[in-house]
């Protein structure tokens, strides 16, 4: 496969606000996807992502899984419980895609490290 690009849907958890996120997915295991909240996301693009507010990511969408199996999202160095994603199951093509309820808090660096 090769490298794609996704999308995170966040929204505010005291605004209500919608939040769309670009993400970009390199092809490997054990690499950071790459965020940019204003226009495409490259790889070049921040390895993170601070949180302007309470939020929950909400949906991820992903073209094609790239020869990674998933990603799990993380503050600091720092696994979030229950944050893990499968790329199998959030690809843009797939109707049933699983609804999330990734809570994070205000303020931190959000990251995600594929595995």
Not at 16 to 39: E, I, K
Not at 47 to 60: A, K
């Amino acid at each position: 496969m090769a490298a794609n690009a996704g999308n995170i849907v966040l929204v505010g958890r005291n605004s209500g606000r919608t939040y769309s996120l670009d993400m970009y997915v390199p092809d490997a295991v054990a690499t950071n996807l790459t965020f940019n909240p204003s226009g495409l996301a490259a790889s070049t693009s921040p390895t993170h992502f601070t949180t302007p507010e309470p939020m929950i990511i909400v949906d991820l969408s992903i073209a094609a899984a790239p020869a990674a199996v998933g990603a799990v999202f993380q503050i600091g160095d720092a696994n979030i419980n229950f944050a893990t994603i499968r790329w199998a199951n959030q690809l843009a093509a797939n109707p049933n895609r699983p609804r999330l309820k990734i809570l994070l808090p205000a303020g931190v660096q959000i990251s995600a490290l594929q595995f």
